[in-house]
């Protein structure tokens, strides 16, 4: 039976034509930049869910690759273009910015946002002056991914807490370079967030630091010189070949063909390695804390995608209630609905991880959590710094003093030069940037 619509005649009409008018009219557009990863396009095609629970609220989308975003967005605040309502934002960004002024505290989020669900870790990297600056979209720390079926062979057993030493005896018993099977596959491009967000972390657990407590460059104290040697050594001996031009997506591509042992890396790549339809070992991998030395500390980092509110926004309310929406329990449940539990965002929220559904369907969860927590971004060093950050140093001037020392670390593994003449040229660089800047004279 079809339905008979008639259409609205007279008062009825007007009354309607206004109403529709009045709501466009009152309606109020945030500009959102992020970044075009996975997490976040499929945020895109569920606002959907917040559109309708707030009529009010329109949403327009700036998608940028992460480079992009990142010089946009900072280009933006610090000139007070005003181009932004929402910003996409990493943990080395929310402390620095929030030290200028340059963000709204994020402190009356909501009754039902449950900040103190936040993985203390995630929120210690997000907080200033004891106030939440950036609301964690998703997070991550590094572990050990290892060929369970090659530390088997070797006649070996992965510790969940291993150490340098125990990674150095597993990677030699599991390189077999015949079969083009190296024992360790770990960062080696040049970039403060690709191989010093490695060696950084890894020198914490040495106990090395970027600066002491004046802001002196340490890159001429043993504990640096024993962990560069330590990863050249790695490296050198059970690594890949052209292992300077590897990141994290070119050691996942081995690692996933089978070329790896062992892998020191991001714990969202667990999700990739684990996945029969792309890695070829999908069945055989393991999961392990990153190593230490026997210090207190280990060599896991940590990071986060957040959301964000660039002070002065005109449009601060309904941009606080996206990012409540964006980064609430209540959006993870949605994605898992729509998604599956596998794909929600990970490793923001305690309440994920006592989640029997999410444990259930990422083999991972437990060591991603545990990962995160061994991370400590006010207190990264074995001694006291006066910096915060884990494998960054939360200062404007790190981004370019941290990718020149990666270029002077990645040529000592090229081979280029040696690793006391890196050491060298990295603390006479970084004091240059550091008298520059006024830390010290």
Known sequence: MKSIRRPLTGACAVSAIAAVFASAASAETITIATVNNG?????QGLTQSFTEANPDIELEWVTLEENVLRQRVTTDIATKGGQYDVMTIGTYEAPIWAAQGWLVALDDMGEDYDVDDLLPAIRGGLTYEDKLYAAPFYGESSMVMYRKDLMEEAGLEMPDA???EFIAQAA????DEEKEIYGICLRG????GENMAFLSAMANSMG???FDMDWNPQFNTEEWKTTLTTYLDLMNSYGPPGASSNGFNENLALFQSGKCGMWIDATVAASFVTNPNDSTVADQVGFALAPDAGLGKRGNWLWAWNL???????KEESAKKFIAWATSKEY???VAENEGWANVPPGTRKSLYENQDYIDAAPFAEMTLQSIEAADPTNPAVDEVPYTGVQFVAIPEFQGIGTAVGQ???AALAGQVTAEQALQNAQALTEREMKKGGYIK
Request: cysteine-free; glycine content about 6%; overall charge neutral.
């Open 208 to 210: 090395a630091r970027w």
């Open 39 to 43: 997490d976040m396009i499929r945020m």
């Open 332 to 334: 993870t449940a949605l």
């Open 162 to 164: 291993p150490t340098w």
């Open 308 to 314: 964000a509110i660039p002070a002065g926004s005109e």
């Open 189 to 192: 491009k040049a970039g403060w």
């Open 408 to 410: 002077q670390f990645a």
């Open 172 to 175: 030699e018993a599991m390189t």
